[in-house]
């Protein structure tokens, strides 16, 4: 199988790359350019360019049979800032990006949605693929929109589509100095000897899932002969934020100091996953636990310090 992945030097699209490469997949990355912590195998493919080039994106999409869509411009907390520059930047451009499918008779799109904003607020818990949507920022209603089109290009034109809705992903490459990625930011404020920030009280509550997890859900969800289909992927259970440094203290044996700062009204105030569907209909299960992952994840942070 051909496979193009759009954003696969990213954490995610790196470890998505790995994962079909290792498969036996003929696999083809698109990026912006290489990035710090990771080096692509030999035998991947790599197009170096940013994806609004169109006729770039078009020769990158010729030839192969699965797009990975995982390229994402902005992040939940700031998507709100500019909300027109958000909708082109990821709106505008993915429906482009269906279009050059469309065009070379691509089978299908595997979509990397946000099962922490489409939802908002939930109504009930774990929340499941049918959950009302009505995401609280930018970010989750583009998501949502790009979700929608797929569903239009694939009743008009019969372009297959998987949209997996990821919780929030850990492990190894996740930036430690980012604005989201709790685990990776903790983990180095700890292993630099910095307070730990918390938005908030601490209470809120969030389903973690390995990245190595996720990633075999994108190359499941490739390989399957379902034409269309939604997934919420996580690892169905949450925890609360102060619970989880409870946990990073358990892995790395120190003992943080919290400093909380004021919520964000772009967080929303719980958000676990019902994961039935994919275990049902794609064979997936979570295999790494969040104890095990931390302790993965500490031995990696602290040799990038």
Not at 65 to 72: F, S, Y
Not at 254 to 259: E, F, G, N, R, Y
């Amino acid at each position: 199988m051909h496979c193009l992945v759009l954003g696969g030097t990213g954490f995610i699209g790196s470890h998505v790359v790995e994962n079909l490469a290792s498969a036996g997949h003929h696999v083809r990355l698109l990026d912006l350019h290489p990035k710090q912590f990771w080096t692509p195998p030999p035998q991947v493919e790599c197009v170096w360019t940013d994806w609004n080039d169109s006729a770039l994106l078009d020769q990158a999409v010729r030839g192969t049979d699965i797009v990975m869509h995982l390229i994402g411009t902005t992040l939940p907390v700031t998507s709100n800032l500019d909300i027109v520059a958000d909708i082109e930047s990821n709106l505008v451009a993915s429906i482009r990006l269906l279009q050059i499918c469309r065009q070379h008779n691509v089978q299908k799109v595997v979509f990397s949605s946000s099962g922490g904003t489409v939802y908002g607020v939930p109504q009930s818990l774990p929340i499941h693929e049918d959950h009302p949507t009505y995401p609280i920022n930018s970010y989750g209603v583009v998501k949502l929109a790009i979700e929608k089109y797929l569903h239009v290009f694939n009743q008009l034109y019969g372009l297959g589509y998987i949209v997996l809705r990821g919780a929030n992903p850990y492990g190894q490459r996740q930036s430690p100095l980012g604005s989201q990625g709790a685990v990776s930011v903790f983990l180095n404020r700890l292993a630099q000897s910095k307070p730990i920030e918390i938005w908030g009280d601490g209470s809120v509550v969030r389903d973690f899932v390995h990245v190595s997890d996720l990633a075999r859900a994108f190359r499941l969800a490739a390989e399957s002969d379902l034409n269309h289909g939604i997934f919420n992927v996580g690892s169905g259970q949450g925890i609360s934020l102060l619970k989880l440094i409870e946990k990073i203290q358990s892995a790395t044996g120190q003992s943080p100091t919290v400093v909380h700062l004021p919520g964000r009204s772009a967080d929303v105030p719980i958000n676990v996953l019902d994961i039935r569907r994919i275990q049902a209909r794609l064979g997936w299960q979570p295999t790494i636990d969040l104890d095990a992952g931390l302790k993965q994840m500490w031995d990696w942070i602290r040799s990038i310090n």
